[in-house]
């Protein structure tokens, strides 16, 4: 049987040209049309005249022949454009027909498997409706369908479709408000990738894969809900605010393929939800607490070859709620107290990275804690009510704690070849509320003889501001390879929090003689976080390096009052160095981290104006500056046959001292704060067992800080000292003496 293999479109470009060659040869035959069939005779002669008529009948003949060819040239065109425009027709049917017959039997053939399975043979799976689960894909070739995303509270999203033999999982959906994000589909048994998880109150688990592709990543956490705001009270106190509600945990990275692929990271931890602000009230209602961050999800772990998947980041913890004020409704001679300021949410500690490869592969990186949130400023002290006596003003509520940061987290562990992963960092401590301020006092009524003004109402004492947050500690580096590798950096810590501001003190209002006045607050810091310790390696290669400590926190100031006002607090110590990793065969051992900086000391806080009849308040004194942190204790040792120790990473500097106070009055200045010592320098690694140096010299030992110097006095009083310096290599020198007032008084000491 033969067959005959027809392009229409050929067909019409041969149909083209030939009407080309038809046109030329009518053109032709037109220029020859006169000359041909009117020949002129040579001569007047029979003979001459015979010749002519011959040729000219000729010509005619010619030109009947050329007119009948042309009739058959249009014929012969039209029937090959017809014929081109048959073969078009009969292809189209012909395709409609096998597409309609490859459809049927593909249909035919799924619905069977359908019957059988559950599942079609080929085709991608349908996509779930809100919160419902997505359709699984092919058996043998198709991607899963995507979850569908909840729209109804506390209801979770849908999971995403499996895919069969190739192809990619389906996405998991959103879950809704407070509920779980849906898990991503498995990739292809033998080619494909997981899905991604949902996005929810916990993350959705990302998809593992099949043989050969990456796996899915996990879903982000959702953010915590925030706290309600206290109801107002009237005679009674003020609600407290609700408590945020805690961030989502993001979820874990899907596997890699058991052959070949990546594994998927870990989803981010949700940030916490804000306190609530608390209630007016007689006494003022306390800020509700800040919720705390989610955790990271951890990366995957990858299969024979491949990375390990990085772990999600920590959530921020939320922040916290105000003290409310004080309002006064009662016939009591003081005024009551402001609320205090809720504490910062804890960030969510960062996810664990994920297991590199059985035979390749280097750790997944570990995520960052999450930075806590910042404390609530406390509420302002109700003022005094009129009586005899005079009456004092409320103290202020006190300043809430800032959040801790939170821990980084570990880095993930190399196969028999690889790099370990790093250490996530720590996270950064919240910063605390500050005090709020003391009421101010009544004028006093008169009492006993007239005249004579009553006893002038005592100013409300501010509140301490509330204590940084520590530091998060930095992870640990990862292991290396089993066979090699290096292992991987430990993570650096987080700084420690800032203090609050010590609340003012209000001054007590005119009256009777010697009037007393409020006392400030002062505030307290957060620690900077330790560095994280460096990874171990594996049989060939070096150890990783510790991290470095957390910075600690500046002090926080002292409150302003009419009376005496509190002293700065000192700064905070700074974190320790992480250990460096050790090497085991061959190698070198990782260096000891840094030591963090010690926190500057808080300036001294102001001195009062004196009242009628009263006087004013002395300056306060500096705080101390922190001392720097230590370096990474002892550093990671050499490889047991082969190699060189670490060296012990260096101490961190102490902290500058804090300025003292200004009083504009006649009266003392406040002494400056001394600085901070240096951290010590961490030792030096043992050398290895058969061949190789010990470690260099243990690191070096910070510098001493230098102390403040003392505050000048302006037209009457004393100068302050100076601070004294801290100890250290070198040590720190003092701070100079304050200059005594213009018409008396004594200088300042040197430190």
Known sequence: MSFVVVAPEVLAAAAS??????????QANAAALAPTT??????????????????????????????????????????????????????????????????????????????????????DG??????Q???????????????????????????????????????????????????????????????????????????????????????????????????????????????????????????????????????????????????????????????AGG?????????????????????????????????????????????????????????????????????GAAGSGGDGGTGGQGGAGGAGVFSLFGSGGGPGGNGGVGGVGGVGGAGGRAGLFGVGGLGG????????????????????????????????????????????????????????????????????????????RGGAGNLGSAGGINAPAGNPGSGSVGIGG????????GLFGDGGAGGAGGAGAAGGFGGISAATPSAGSEGAMGGAGGVGGNARLLGTGGAGGVGGGGGAGGDGGRGGVATPGGQGGDAGDGGAGGAGGNGGGASGAGGWLLGTGGAGGAGGNGGNGGKAGFSPGPTNFGLNGAGGGGGVGGNGATGPWLFGDGGPTPGS????????????????????HGGAGGTGVPNGSGGAGGLSGLLFGEPGANG
């Open 17 to 26: 040209d030939l009407a080309g060659i038809g046109s030329t040869l009518a």
């Open 38 to 123: 009117a020949v002129l005779a040579a001569g007047a002669d029979e003979v001459s005249a015979a010749i002519a008529s011959l040729f000219g009948a000729h010509g005619q003949a010619y030109q009947a022949v050329s007119a009948q060819m042309s009739a058959f040239h249009a014929q012969f065109m039209q029937a090959l454009t017809g014929a081109g425009g048959a073969y078009a027709a009969a292809e189209a049917v012909n395709v409609s027909a096998a597409q309609s017959v490859e459809q049927d039997l593909l249909a035919a053939i799924n619905a069977r498997f359908e019957r059988i399975f559950g599942r079609p043979l080929i085709g």
């Open 126 to 131: 349908a996509n779930g409706g809100p919160g």
């Open 133 to 291: 689960d997505g359709g699984p894909g092919g058996l043998l070739y198709g991607n899963g369908g995507n979850g569908g995303t909840s729209t109804t509270v506390g209801m979770a999203g849908g999971n995403g479709g499996a895919a069969g033999l190739i192809g990619n999982g389906g996405f998991g959906g959103g879950g809704g408000p407070g509920a779980a994000g849906g898990n991503g589909g498995a990739g292809g048994w033998l080619f494909g990738n997981g899905g991604a998880g949902g996005a929810g109150g916990a993350g959705g688990v990302g998809g593992p894969a099949g043989l050969w592709g990456h796996g899915g990543a996990g879903g982000a956490g959702g953010a915590g809900v925030a706290g309600a705001g206290g109801f107002e009270g009237t005679i009674g106190a003020g609600g407290a605010g609700g408590v945020g509600g805690a961030g989502g945990v993001g979820g874990a990275g899907g596997a890699g393929g058991w052959l070949y692929g990546d594994a998927g990271a870990g989803g981010d931890g949700g940030v916490g939800g804000a306190g609530g602000t608390g209630g007016l009230g007689n006494r003022g209602g306390a800020g509700g607490a800040g919720g």
């Open 295 to 363: 955790v990271g999800g951890a990366g995957g772990a990858a299969g024979l070859w491949g990375g390990g998947g990085a772990g999600g980041v920590g959530g921020t913890g939320g922040g916290a709620g105000l003290g409310a004020q004080s309002v006064t409704f009662s016939s009591s001679l003081s005024g009551l107290s402001g609320g205090d300021g809720g504490a910062g949410g804890a960030g969510g500690a960062g996810g664990a990275g994920g297991t590199g490869g059985w035979l390749y592969g280097g750790g």
């Open 425 to 500: 960092a720590g996270g950064d401590a919240g910063d605390s509320g500050e005090g709020g301020f003391g009421g101010p006092g009544l004028a006093g009524g008169l009492f006993g003889n007239p005249g004579n003004g009553g006893v002038g109402g005592i100013g409300g004492d501010a509140a301490a501001g509330g204590a940084g947050g520590a530091g998060g500690n930095g992870g640990a580096g990862g292991n290396g390879g089993w066979l090699f590798g290096n292992g991987g950096a430990g993570g650096s810590g987080g700084d420690g929090g800032a203090a609050g």
């Open 530 to 537: 330790a560095g994280g310790a460096g990874g171990t390696a």
């Open 701 to 720: 030992t910070g510098a001493g800080a230098a102390g403040g110097h003392g505050g000048d006095a302006q037209l009457i009083g004393n100068g302050g």
